[in-house]
């Protein structure tokens, strides 16, 4: 994506004649988990297909809009509808909202998103606290002539989940008894559905659950000098060790059933941010 700044600047131009708001958050809503914005009040909703430069969502689950509005009296902004790799789009296109959102003033973000559970102690319904990535996706969004505007050529990824929004989670989670997971999520170009030999692999490698977004929004945020917090539901178990083939109306059922309790949570930790 050419002049990235300068797109990105236009976009921001954009947003800020449709709204007056100053959004603190931001959240990456994935598969089937975008009931959060039901309890979001003054709600703003900008169409993604109105903003300039901005991909459009092509995913069943995926509604392609922003939605700005308040939870817990905190500012947020909630993408509704996320891009991925194997529609088509570059790296550049994929992570393009979270250049867009720093440049809101946002430096809080929470990614999540609907995938498969390789640790045998998952199952489906499970929300996993994502502590790690592993990228085995063919390209990552900082390739390219870097804009110091952004940040380093070289950005560290040593805590690419910050601890502090890690153990905030914990104790929420614990405080309004939910139950999670923790654990490395892997990231997998798709659209396919890994095959069993490609999970064994990839458990090998010590992920605990694999998916086909996430990691290119994870590694320009923490570019970007953003603290993410990460969160997955786990909607199915990877292939050899569920017994039924997949599907993604499964997938999307199953993350509809723990959306509520998802909710919860996560309105739950804005709340103490």
Not at 31 to 58: A, C, H, Q, R, W
Request: some cysteine; proline content about 5%.
């Amino acid at each position: 994506m050419e002049n990235l700044y300068n797109k990105v600047m236009e976009t921001i131009k954009y947003i800020n004649s449709r709204t007056t708001r100053c959004p603190q958050i931001g959240i990456i809503l994935g598969s089937g988990l975008g009931d959060i914005v039901k309890n979001m009040t003054n709600k703003e909703i900008i169409d993604y297909k109105d903003i300039p430069n901005f991909p459009k969502s092509t995913v069943e689950g995926h509604q392609g809009c922003l939605v700005i509005g308040k939870l817990h009296g905190v500012e947020v902004l909630a993408m509704k509808g996320r891009f991925h790799y194997f529609e088509g789009y570059s790296m550049k296109e994929v992570t393009y909202p979270v250049f867009v959102m720093k440049q809101l003033g946002i430096d809080t973000l929470i990614i999540t998103n609907a995938c498969g559970g390789i640790n045998t102690s998952f199952e489906p319904g499970n929300l996993m606290i994502i502590n790690d990535f592993i990228n085995l996706m063919p390209g990552n969004p900082l390739i390219g002539l870097n804009d110091e505007r952004f940040g380093p050529r070289f950005p560290d990824m040593t805590e690419p989940f910050k601890l502090q929004l890690i153990e905030k989670a914990k104790v929420v989670a614990d405080k309004l008894h939910v139950p999670y997971k923790e654990g490395v999520y892997a990231g997998f170009m798709g659209p396919y559905y890994e095959t069993a030999a490609e999970i064994r692999m990839i458990g090998k490698f010590g992920a605990d659950a694999v998916g086909m977004s996430t990691v290119p929004e994870t590694i320009v945020a923490n570019y970007l000098e953003m603290n993410v917090l990460g969160i997955s539901c786990i909607t199915n178990m990877a292939t050899g060790i569920q017994k039924v083939k997949h599907s993604h109306e499964r997938v999307v059922e199953t993350a509809n059933r723990a959306s509520q309790l998802f909710c919860i949570w996560l309105e739950g930790i804005i709340k103490e941010l």
